[in-house]
């Protein structure tokens, strides 16, 4: 039996927001290689982006955090804000040097932070989540590459999966995830559906590789999986924690503030329940100034009131309420 060696490497999938868009902070495939020391015979991504990554050295004593946010200041030029531990992936043959006896487990944590430019010549930029993701973003109706696209694909799939075992929860999967009738589309199971996608033959990280268009860039390794895990995650978070303000300026409109959360969320809100939240909520304040930047009438300006993280959590306030969706 071959031996294995176990190489654990911490990732940042580290968001921000650009003209009312979510982007993500991406590496060069060849940087990520470097960075974790691995030589291949070849780049098998070439071409293909991954995120912030770098060794873990188990003789720092350093903060995990902390070493995450060195890393990605060191390899981009960009400041993670806030961050978070996400998730440990640590599936076999995430990788083709799986096979030459490399076992690698990502520890991945995930950032929010104001947009910042990254470092030029670093193979560092900013890149749509929803380029990676396109069938997520809800915020003008149906996209056309689940309609035209991707529900045909899993149809006949699902059509072809009724003789094997456990077909019944399978479906009833698919149907949570994608065609539940009369039910609407659900934020949080960006990563349901990633998964259900590839199982499916759908994406082009897929075994054998996807024939289906449309279906977003690809990235290295699984690291699409990763995105759709952090966007499950901050999807969640926004309806009970007040992360969103770590995206947003020290000053803002509430109009900006809603696109924010429109954004995250790939849903149309509501704009008087979103406002009558924040209301209720007591999250922002009135400053004493105006924009024009958005183009009518001047608009005032809100901040986030940070006492509110020190108040305790009681019925009524932003962790007890859900945002109200188209």
């Not at 559906?193 to 990235?219: D, F, I, N, T, W």
Request: glycine share 8%; net charge positive.
């Amino acid at each position: 039996m071959t031996q294995r060696s176990v190489v654990i490497s911490l990732e940042a999938i580290l968001l921000t927001i650009i003209a009312d868009e979510p982007y993500v902070l991406t590496v060069s495939s060849t940087d990520f290689l470097r960075e974790l020391h691995v030589t291949l015979d070849h780049d098998p991504w070439h071409g293909r982006c991954g995120f912030p990554a770098g060794l873990l050295d188990p003789t720092q004593l350093t903060a995990l955090e902390r070493l995450v946010h060195a890393r990605v200041v060191r390899q981009t030029g960009v400041h993670p804000g806030y961050l978070e531990q996400l998730y440990t992936f640590a599936d076999p043959e995430r990788m083709p040097g799986d096979d030459h006896g490399l076992r690698l487990i990502s520890i991945a944590y995930l950032g929010l932070c104001p947009y910042q430019p990254f470092r030029s010549g670093k193979g560092a930029a900013w890149h749509r989540v929803y380029g990676y993701l396109p069938w997520e973003d809800w915020r003008c109706g149906e996209p056309q590459v689940v309609r035209e696209n991707m529900r045909p694909h899993l149809t006949a799939w699902l059509s072809r999966q009724e003789t094997r075992p456990r077909f019944s929860e399978l479906k009833e999967r698919m149907e949570m995830a994608f065609f539940h009738e009369g039910e609407p589309w659900v934020p949080e199971r960006a990563l349901e559906r990633y998964e259900l996608l590839y199982q499916s033959g759908c994406v082009a990280e897929s075994e054998p590789q996807a024939q289906v268009q449309g279906m977003g860039k690809p990235m290295i390794m699984d690291h699409r999986r990763m995105l759709a895990t952090a966007l499950t995650r901050i999807r969640g978070k926004i309806k009970y924690r007040p992360v969103v303000f770590e995206l947003l300026p020290n000053q803002f409109t509430l109009f900006g503030l809603q696109h924010v959360v429109e954004a995250l969320s790939g849903m149309k809100l509501h704009k008087q329940n979103f406002r009558r939240l924040m209301a209720e909520a007591g999250l922002v304040e009135e400053t004493e100034k105006t924009t024009t930047a958005t183009g009518g009438r001047p608009a005032r300006l809100y901040r986030f009131r940070r006492d509110v993280l020190r108040e305790p959590v009681s019925p009524g306030t932003f962790h007890a309420q859900r945002f109200h969706f188209r």
